[in-house]
Structure formats: C-alpha cells, structure tokens
Antibody, heavy 123, light 107 residues
C-alpha cells in the first residue's frame, strides 16, 4: 500500500481555477501499476469520481467534468496534479487522491485514499 | 452512467447485531463492486473488493456476496467500532459510481 497526501488552497473564488497536488510515498509513481484518481465528496451530494491518470500519462475524465479538468503527473516529484477551471459553489467538496489497484477481474478498484482536503468555493 | 441504489439509507442497530446492506446496479457489473467504511472526518476505507474478497487486515465478520446487479455486505456481529457509514461503488464501467451510503446508528 502507498500513502497519499493532498495539498492545495482551502478557499477558491468563483470562476477561478483549482489546483491540487497529491504526493505519493511508499513507491514510485512510474513503476507502481496503479491508476491514480481523484474523488470528491460533496457535503450533501455524496461521492463523485473525477478521473484517473496512469503512469504512462494516459487519462480518463468523468464526462461531467471533462471540459474543465486536467490531470497530470510528475514522476520526478512522485506527484499527481489536478486542475479544475471555472469553479462554482457546486464544486465545494472534500477532494481525495486515490490509488486504484488491479482487482483480479480486469478492473481497477479504489484502494488507498489520502486524508482529503476541503475546498470551499466562495467570494 | 451506472446507477447504484443502496439500501437502507440508515439503520439503527445494537452491538452484536447481524447487519445486511444491499446495493443494486442499474446494469450488470459482473463482480466489480467494492464496499467501503467511512467514519466522520476520515477517508473511506476499503473492506471488500471484487464483490466478496476481504481486504487484508479487515476483520472476518465483514463479508460480501453477489454478482451481476445485486450485492450484499454483511456484518456478522456488530462491534462498537463498526458504527460508521458504508458505501458501495462499482468500477466495472467508467465513470466509477457510488451508492448513497448506509449510516449505522446506535439503537
């Protein structure tokens, strides 16, 4: 298992861009066979999967966020990043960095989660 | 998107009770389903993956079953540390989707 730690601003103004970073420890991003994901939890609307990036740099984004979302990774720093543009109050949530591991069925199951970081969108 | 319908939304239970939580997928997901426990202020923790495989380190009183569209999480004898919210999620088809959660409350 790996350890994940999110970092970023706790407060973002409407229309601004959110930038979050996840630092991975306990293994190398470039060699671990995981999908690296972001999941958020809205105060009243539950859990929402945002997207993943693989160590090759390939990505898959949730269709509902695809037009505003960019994920990247920096193997030299063992970090994954998320950028979400045009933030609104509906984006207020706790954002989690999550590893997805092979589950034996051809699919990747969410396994390790960071502690999460609360992002509030407000002027 | 695949819709995950979880029931009940809350359950009032006592230590020692047997607890069953159900999750239904809007279409078949083979066994690509996980169960997670979340305590207040903490991240979810994986209990079960592949519908019935117990995550390493998780007590054996937790078990999962099901395939296709119907899944169940069972806690055989509830312990004090088990009062939490439980979520199912499917990872068969992207985007990954979640059940609404089941909150276990002390009776």
């Amino acid at each position: 298992q790996v350890q994940l730690q999110e970092s970023g601003p706790g407060l973002v103004k409407p229309s601004q861009t959110l930038s979050l970073t996840c630092t991975v420890s306990g293994g190398s991003l470039s060699s671990l066979p995981y999908f690296w994901s972001w999941i958020r939890q809205h105060p009243e609307r539950g859990l929402e999967w945002i997207g993943y990036i693989y160590n090759s740099g390939s990505t898959y984004y949730s269709p509902s966020l695809k037009s505003r979302l960019t994920m990247s990774l920096d193997s030299s720093k063992n970090q994954i990043s998320l950028e979400l543009t045009s933030m609104t109050a509906a984006d207020t949530a706790v954002y989690y960095c999550v590893s997805q591991s092979w589950s034996g069925s051809g699919s990747y199951s969410p396994l390790d989660w960071g502690p999460g970081t609360l992002v509030t969108v407000s002027s | 998107d695949i819709q995950m319908t979880q029931s009940p939304s809350s359950l009032s239970v006592s230590v020692g009770d047997r607890v069953t939580i159900t999750c239904r997928a809007s279409q078949g997901i083979t066994n690509d389903l996980g169960w997670y426990q979340q305590k207040p202020g903490k991240a979810p923790k994986r209990l079960i993956y592949a519908a019935s495989s117990l995550q390493s380190g998780v007590p054996s009183r937790f078990s999962g079953s099901g395939s296709g569209t119907e899944f169940t999480l069972t806690i055989s004898s509830l312990q004090p540390g088990d009062f939490a919210t439980y979520y199912c999620l499917q990872y068969n088809t992207y985007p990954i989707t979640f059940g609404q959660g089941t909150r276990l409350e002390i009776k």
